[in-house]
């Protein structure tokens, strides 16, 4: 039995496969391709690469992506305003005026609602992302409200009043304040685990994290890391916390775990706002006193690649498959679109633009599959932070006990239920996945010809129907 799979470029490419029946043991292996290395080199399967540049107001500072993918908010510092971008165009189709000096923004888990932080105004604007107008300003929020943070409820937003050492919580049914959060000096950056339980939240005046319980909004504890601690970013398996040391020019990275500064990386020159991408694979840091951006392999907290922006880079955000990164900048007024190299494609509004990685490359694995004949055009069955495209049902044929029924999909374990996958291919609907009460993927259905993007390696099961 022959399986193709189809790598991105050239290189030494890991392959893990896995299969096995619905009810039966897994069949895994892992092998190591040499794909056609020329020229004694070996090139990234798709290095990022800046592929737009996008013109805003001026000095744009925060940018946070819709949860959808299809728009990116930037606060402009200076304009009191915000742009918003449509991310398949890379251009700015609306500008919404908000208060005096915006500078932090974050969207509701929903998509309806972006909160901007206001600092010269001392409020936080509200904006219905739908008509993208201003629907509320909330007050109390101190004096220079610096930047913002929702959980993944939805239900409170974070805001970090930077003239003093308060963290303001906003309830997100009434927009007003109902807790207000003593914490280190200056506090500016400001990020919730995924499972809502903590706030991080960076201290410039005190080169340290305090940690929010959010149940009872109190301080837990206070992780000493690099000198003007800014920027804060969570990994989305909430293991380990990144922080931005302007001074120090590096990241500290946090166990979030045991509340303790496990290893430093040293990144560019005065590191302002980071990011981490969706699949947890990378994390994207502003270089604010220049011009460029560190990319960190969060597997080995090394950087692995320096890109060149515009001046000042502040802001960082993707799209949610990781295939795009935006960035502002804050002197240049503009904010570039980086194809990650990640994700569905090669990013950077679908245009396919990625970095010129080589042509796909096609080589063959052999592993002896029990449940089913797979075409030689089957690909990526199985890829940590990749998406897949599983073939046609008709392309897949059941043979011993699954002799007769028709291919629907793999899930992550054997218990998924069958029934509910057959009604979501009846109705025509795309991915459904089911999350265990700590809100973990416990198991994903993906139809016949449709792509799904894992953000943890799964076992993978066959699904089958009569």
């Known amino acids: 039995m022959s399986v193709a799979h189809q790598l991105p470029g050239k290189g030494w490419f890991p392959v893990t496969l896995s299969w096995s029946r619905l009810l039966g043991a897994a069949v895994s292996a892992m092998v190591i391709v040499a794909a056609a290395l020329t020229g004694g080199s070996v090139l990234a399967a798709s290095s990022p690469s800046v592929c737009a540049t996008v013109t805003v107001g001026s000095n744009p500072s925060g940018v946070a992506v819709t949860p959808n993918g299809s728009y990116a908010y930037v606060a402009n510092f200076s304009s009191g305003s915000v742009s ?29 609602t972006a909160y901007v932080a206001n600092r010269g105004s001392q409020t936080v604007s509200v904006i219905d992302t739908v008509t993208n107008s201003v629907t509320a300003t909330v007050s109390s929020v101190g004096s220079a409200p610096w930047e913002v943070a929702i959980t993944p409820d939805g239900s409170n937003a974070y805001v970090t009043d930077s003239s003093s050492n308060k963290v303001y919580v906003i309830n997100t049914s009434t927009n007003t304040v109902t807790a207000t959060v003593t914490v280190g000096s200056a506090p500016l950056g400001v990020a919730i685990t995924p499972d809502g339980s903590d706030a991080y939240v960076t201290s410039l005046g005190g080169n340290s994290v305090s940690v929010i319980n959010t149940s009872t909004n109190t301080v837990t504890a206070t992780v000493t890391v690099g000198s003007n601690s800014r ?7 909430g293991s380990d916390a990144y922080v931005t040391s302007p001074t120090g020019g590096d990241v500290s990275v946090i166990d979030t775990g045991t509340n303790s500064d496990t290893a430093t990386v040293t990144v560019g020159s005065g590191p302002r706002g980071l990011a981490i991408t969706p699949d947890g ?37 993707f799209t949610p498959n990781s295939a795009t990164a935006y960035v502002s900048n804050y002197t240049s007024g503009s904010v570039s679109a980086i194809a990650t190299g990640l994700g569905a494609s090669s990013g950077c509004g679908g245009s396919g633009a990625g970095g010129g990685s080589a042509a796909p490359l096609v080589v063959s694995v052999d592993l002896g599959l029990e449940a089913a004949e797979l075409p030689a055009s089957w690909s990526q069955l199985a890829t940590l932070g990749s998406w897949k495209q599983l073939p046609a049902s008709a392309d897949v044929v059941g043979v011993g006990e699954n002799a007769g029924k028709t291919f629907l999909g793999v899930a992550t374990r054997e218990d998924f239920p069958v029934a509910i996958a057959q009604r979501q291919v009846d109705n025509g609907w795309g991915a459904y996945e089911i999350y265990d009460a700590d809100g973990r993927l416990a198991s994903v259905f993906i139809p016949a010809g449709k792509s799904l993007h894992l953000t943890a390696a799964p076992r993978l099961h066959a699904i089958w129907s009569q």
């Open 84 to 112: 918003v971008i449509d991310t398949s165009t890379n251009s700015v189709t609306a500008t919404v005026s908000v208060g005096s000096n915006p500078f932090g923004v974050a969207i509701t888990p929903d998509g309806s």
């Open 281 to 317: 694979s990378t994390a994207y840091v502003a270089n604010g006193s220049g011009e460029t951006v560190s990319v960190i392999d969060t597997g080995t907290n090394s950087v692995t690649a320096t890109l060149t922006v515009g001046s000042n880079p502040t802001g960082v955000a």
């Open 231 to 237: 920027g804060v970013a969570i990994t989305p398996d």
